[in-house]
């Protein structure tokens, strides 16, 4: 159990410090599991000598066990949900051999018909799931498929043949009246902090110059259920403030997008806000594979329903840094996968509460 709870708080890896902290306090509440004849009294449960002891014996059974686990990490994230896991379409629409749809993507690239588009993209969406699903050729949807770049409205089609309107239609519907007030209402008991009390001030409101109130209340979320790792086994924890260019990021009217994509390190999906000031967007977009996806949305609530459901359009994993924020969109507003996702406790928790709240 400590072990367990070691792993969840401070990564595969906990540094020396933290297990020599949960070795005292096992003696210090049970003073007779201290060893009177060692050093420090703790030296069988972990010994920062030798590194030996039984916290450290448990933890490499960990460490092992985890990395058979990512060795299959495909066939995991297919059986517990998700945007990985394999699902048919919700909706009926026929659809074009293998043959046809290479014609068909033909037809789609050179042709400035937008409704016509739309419909050889219907027809070729088993095709592209396909795709996505093919872990060598999923990196090379956005250049087979090139016309999500230049024709919004593609990424809520598919998501749409994916799970039907009223799973589509979800976050739009609860966010701005339901889960937004409770979310600001639950970040005023954090601890004393300037940049969540401007959050704050800005999803009700009340700020100047900050996000408005839609990303304000998201980023206040992942204030709420923050982040346990950075995403990299060996990398030192990250905090929420962090965690938030991990979900959205704002560039000035006038500078140049393709610059901005230069710079970029490879990274999951992200909100690209585009505007004067970060409550003046005039245009969004989702990032994704170094690539601008743009939105349909004007608004900033909509702009992120497109992004979350980028992630299953393109069957992309969330980023390990708002994997707790984004399991709770999914599980708790979207309603997809409850019960078959993993879940850590604090999202568990804090859905539990808030829909408890709507009986």
């Not at 210090?28 to 060692?38: G, H, K, V």
């Not at 985890?66 to 995991?76: I, K, L, T």
């Not at 990196?139 to 994916?162: M, S, Y």
């Not at 923050?226 to 965690?243: E, M, R, V």
Request: with cysteine; charged share 25%.
């Amino acid at each position: 159990m400590l072990v367990a709870d070691m792993v969840e708080v401070h990564g595969r890896i906990p540094p020396q410090a933290v297990r020599i902290n949960y070795a005292q306090g096992i003696v210090a509440l049970f003073p007779y599991l201290e060893d009177p004849l060692a050093k420090h009294g703790y030296e069988h449960f972990y010994d920062p000598a030798s590194g030996s002891g039984y916290l450290s014996w448990r933890l490499k059974t960990v460490q092992r066990s985890s990395s058979d686990q990512s060795r299959s990490r495909v066939a995991d994230e297919q059986s517990n949900g998700g945007p990985k896991a394999v699902r048919g379409s919700a909706t009926a629409v026929q659809q074009l051999t293998d043959n046809e749809c290479e014609e068909a993507i033909a037809v789609m690239n050179h042709s400035s018909d937008e409704a016509l588009v739309a419909e050889k993209m219907k027809a070729t969406f088993e095709h592209r799931q396909k795709l996505v699903h093919d872990p060598d050729k999923s990196v090379e949807v956005l250049d087979t498929f090139p016309r999500f770049l230049d024709i919004t409205g593609l990424i809520e089609q598919d998501f749409l043949k994916l799970f039907g309107e009223e799973t589509s239609g979800k976050f739009l519907a609860r966010w701005p009246t339901f889960f937004r007030p409770h979310i600001i209402k639950d970040a005023k008991r954090l601890g004393p902090c300037l940049h969540v009390e401007a959050l704050i001030r800005s999803a009700q409101g009340d700020g100047d110059g900050g996000w408005d109130r839609d990303i304000a209340s998201l980023c206040l979320l992942l204030h709420l259920i923050p982040p346990t790792s950075k995403g990299h086994k060996k990398s030192a924890k990250i905090s929420a403030l962090q965690a938030e260019d991990y979900l959205v990021r704002y560039l000035q009217v006038g500078a140049s997008i393709s610059i901005f994509l230069s710079s970029l390190e490879p990274s999951q999906p992200f909100l690209l806000c585009v505007g004067t000031q970060k409550n003046k967007i005039q245009k969004y977009y989702v990032i994704m594979d170094k690539k601008a996806i743009p939105c349909r949305a004007h608004t900033s609530i909509a702009a992120f329903d497109e992004l979350f459901k980028t992630n299953f359009v393109f069957r992309t994993s969330y980023s390990e840094a708002l994997d707790g924020f984004y399991t709770f969109i999914q599980t708790a507003v979207y309603i997809i996968d409850v019960g078959k996702t993993k879940e850590k406790p604090r999202v568990r928790e804090l859905r539990a509460r808030y829909l408890n709240l709507t009986n």
